[in-house]
C-alpha cells in the first residue's frame, strides 16, 4: 500500500486505514489518525510479528528435533547396555556353540550348555503362527469397519476392539490355560494343551487390536476421490476395496503387521503361562516350547550375578533385539521398493 502524507491523499490513507483496524480490531474500537509516528508504529509492529513468529517455530523446531535425538539415545544406550553385557559370555561360550547347539542347560553340575537354537526356533514358530492368524482376521475387521459396516456397528465395535488391547497379559495367559489349552487337548487328544499353537491363538488375540486399528486408520487415510474414480469407472465396491484402497494404505497396514509382530515376539507373560516352557527343540506346533523371552523372565530373577549364566541371558536379550531390528529393516525395504514401484 502506497501511503500518501499530504494533501487529500493524506486524509484518504488515514481513513483508509482507520477503516482497516476497525475492522481488524477484535473489540470494534475506533482506530485513532495516524501521523508519522504512527506509521513507524506499524512498521514496527510488522517487523515484530515475523520475529515472534519465527522464534515460536524455532522453538517448536528444537522442541521436537530434541525429542527425536533423545529416543535415538536411549535406543543406542540400550544396544551398548546389552552389548556390554553379552560379551562376557562369549569369552567362556564359543559362538558356533550358543547359536547351533540345541541345549540350554546352565545349571548342570557335568557340564553346563549353552545353546539357544531351540529357543530361536520356539520365538519363529510361535510367532508366525500368531501371524498367521491375526494379519488375515485383522485386516478383513478393518476393511469391514472402513468401508462395509453401519456408523452404528462402527462405534461399538471399535470401542469393543480398543478395550480388548487393554486386557493385561496374564490375563489371556489364564485363558490359555484353562479355555483353549483344554479345548486344543480334546481337539488333538493329547495330554495337555499347553504348546506352540496355544501360544500362538493368544498372541494373535494380542496382535489384533493393532492391526484393526491402524489398518483401519490407514484406509480411512485414502482420499475420497480415489473410491470415487474407481465406482465411476464401473468397478464394484469389492473391486474397490481390493485393488485401489488396499494398494494405496498398503505402507500403513505393513506398519500394522510389524507392530503386530513386535507385540508377538516381545510377549512374557502369555507364552510363559500357556506354551509348557520345554527346553526341547520344538517338531511342530503342537510340541511344547519356550520362547526366548519367557527363559529370561523365568531364570533372571534367580540367576547368580555376574556369572557366565547370568551374562548369558543378556546375550539372549541382545539376540532378541537385533531379530526385531531385522524385522523393521526388512519392512523398511520392503515399503520402499513398493514406493518406487509404484512412482
Known sequence: MIWLREGRGAESSNLAFRMTEAIRSKEGEEAR????SGFKAIRDKKKARPLRRRLKE???????????ILAVIVLIGIFGFLLASAIPTFKEVPLKQFFISTKWDPTSPVKPEYGILSMIASTIIVTIGALVIAIPIGLGVAAYLSDVAHWRVREIVKP?????????SVVVGFLGIVLFGPAIAKIFHLSNGLNAINGSVLLAIMALPTIISISEDSLNAVPQAHSEASLALGASRWQTLVRVKIPAALSGIIASFMLGMGRAIGETMTVLMATGNARSFPHGLLSSIRTMTANIAIELGEVP?????????????LVLFLMTFAVNMAADLILHRYQEREQ
Open 160 to 168: 469393543i476392539v480398543e478395550i480388548l488391547a487393554g486386557i493385561p
Open 58 to 68: 524455532s522453538a517448536i523446531h528444537s522442541f521436537f528435533f530434541i525429542n527425536g
Open 305 to 317: 550375578y555376574y556369572t557366565t549364566h547370568y551374562y548369558a541371558l543378556f546375550a539372549i536379550g
Open 33 to 36: 489518525p495516524v501521523g508519522k
